[in-house]
Structure formats: structure tokens, C-alpha cells
């Protein structure tokens, strides 16, 4: 079973960039048998689909950060990274990772926070002036 850790959180203004970590470790930590992705959840609302990767580095991402937000993996490092940039208000949020083992090809429609089966403990995003 993987874990999952994130960091990089913090206190943003509008219009800057962070950049989330996270870090994957225990026996079944092997990245290119995975589909990743990263959720956030804002207080009150349901768990949301940010963007996944598959282990080909194909990425999907949410319309509402299209073109802001980036992902990418170091399948060396076991590492999974969230560039975000032009932060808004309402990118304020509990940010987390997941993972799937996912041996069956593309993680396409893997979008739903029911189909991953591990995750970090998550980190806080915030942007305010």
C-alpha cells in the first residue's frame, strides 16, 4: 500500500503561485504503475477533481483551472507536484493527493474521488490580500 504525504501549502495573494509536493513511500510505491491526481475541498463542499496524470504523463484537468494549474510526477523521485499559478480566492482550499493502481492504461475517466483508494492527509491553500 502507497502513502501519501503533501507540503507546500501556505498564504498566497491574488495572483501568485504555490507549488504543492507530494510524496509517495511504502512497498507499493512504484509511480508508473499508478493513476494520480489532485483533489481539494473548500469547507462546506464536496470533495473536488483539480487534475490526474496517468503514468504515461498524460494529464486532465478542471475547467475552472485550466491554463493556471499544472501537474506533473518524478516517477524517480516518487514525487507528484501541483504548479499553481494566478491563485484566486476561490483556489482556497484543503488540497490533497491520491493515488490508484491503476495497471489497465489510460486514467482518463478516473475523475471521481470514489475511485482512489489512497490518500495524503492534505494541505492547506489559502489566497487572500
Known amino acids: 500500500q502507497v502513502q501519501l504525504a503533501e507540503s507546500g501549502g501556505g498564504l498566497v495573494q491574488p495572483g501568485g503561485s504555490l507549488r504543492l509536493s507530494c510524496a509517495a513511500s511504502?512497498?507499493?510505491?512504484?509511480?508508473?504503475?499508478?493513476?494520480l491526481a489532485w483533489f481539494r475541498q473548500a469547507p462546506g463542499m464536496e470533495r473536488e477533481a483539480v487534475a490526474n496524470?496517468?503514468?504515461?504523463?498524460?494529464?486532465r484537468y478542471a475547467e475552472y483551472v485550466k491554463d493556471r494549474f499544472t501537474a506533473s510526477k518524478d516517477n524517480a523521485k516518487n514525487t507528484l507536484y501541483l504548479q499553481m499559478n494566478s491563485l484566486k480566492p476561490e483556489d482556497t482550499a484543503m488540497y490533497y493527493c491520491?493515488?490508484?493502481?491503476?495497471?489497465?492504461?489510460?486514467?482518463?475517466?478516473?475523475?471521481?474521488?470514489?475511485?482512489?483508494?489512497?490518500w495524503g492527509q492534505g494541505t492547506q491553500v489559502t489566497v487572500s490580500s
Open positions: 511504502g512497498s507499493g510505491a512504484t509511480f508508473n504503475k499508478y493513476c
Open positions: 491520491a493515488a490508484r493502481l491503476w495497471p489497465f492504461g489510460s486514467c482518463w475517466n478516473l475523475w471521481s474521488k470514489n475511485v482512489y483508494n489512497a
Open positions: 496524470i496517468e503514468s504515461t504523463g498524460r494529464t
